[in-house]
């Protein structure tokens, strides 16, 4: 690298005055005739404008390999007027990507089909934010009489604003959410409840009427205690009652007429 001149390599833009494929052989070129076979170091320090943003979106690892690089500039600049334009009219900006490299990207497609107005490439940059994002630049401000410069320095703070408050919801969400309530495993899950007891089989987030205990009729209760003679069973089946006798009527209130 130290015995490479940097400006006998021409600086790439992705402009349409420029054929990507024309500008790597210009490269491979010079680095042949100097001696040097690191082109994956070369190339981006003659990147400039789109081509540059479209190198910095290149995985770190593939940044390591000279053909991923070479694919990836060709990918984004080989392209006719119309498929150019295609792209252009649906470019959106991406979730993990910044307004400048958004903006950078539609400049280039622009280039590609012949140009456009600074009005069209704002119209172009505001269509392709999100609703929320265009919403604070139109009340926010006067859009249409601001610079497309201008509206980059707008629409990053806008969005770093609505990236923090995203993220403090997030947390805010995270601390006040109960957690999550686990169903008893007696019962398999059926009917689970908040902390609730079972009066049948004592199993928690569940109701008696639920209980697959009670359902199947494999188990028996083992807390019945008889309030005659303290014996694991209930009052009116006690051995003790007497012939004839019953238990107690359930408690029925009457209402006075």
Known sequence: MSDLDLRLIPEFSGDSKTSVTEWIEKVELVCRL??????????P???????FAVYQQIPEGDKEDVVKVKEALTAAFAH????????FVSRKLLPSETPDVFLAELKRLSALFGGISERGLVCAFISGLPASVRQVLRTGCRIESMRI????????????????????????AAITSPPPVVADECCGGVGARYERRCFNCNGANHLARDCLLKRTGTEKRTDVKCFRCGGPHFRRQCP??????????????????
């Open 34 to 43: 100097r001696g040097i076979h690191e082109l994956e170091e070369v190339i």
């Open 45 to 51: 320090l003659r990147l400039t404008g789109g081509a």
């Open 80 to 87: 006719d007027s119309f498929v150019a334009y295609e792209k």
């Open 149 to 172: 410069d201008d509206l980059l320095v707008r629409a990053r703070a806008v969005l770093a604003d609505t990236n923090a408050f995203a993220v403090k919801a997030q947390s805010y």
């Open 240 to 257: 003790e009652n007497a012939v004839g006798e019953q238990s107690a009527p359930a408690f029925s209130p009457t209402v006075q007429k």
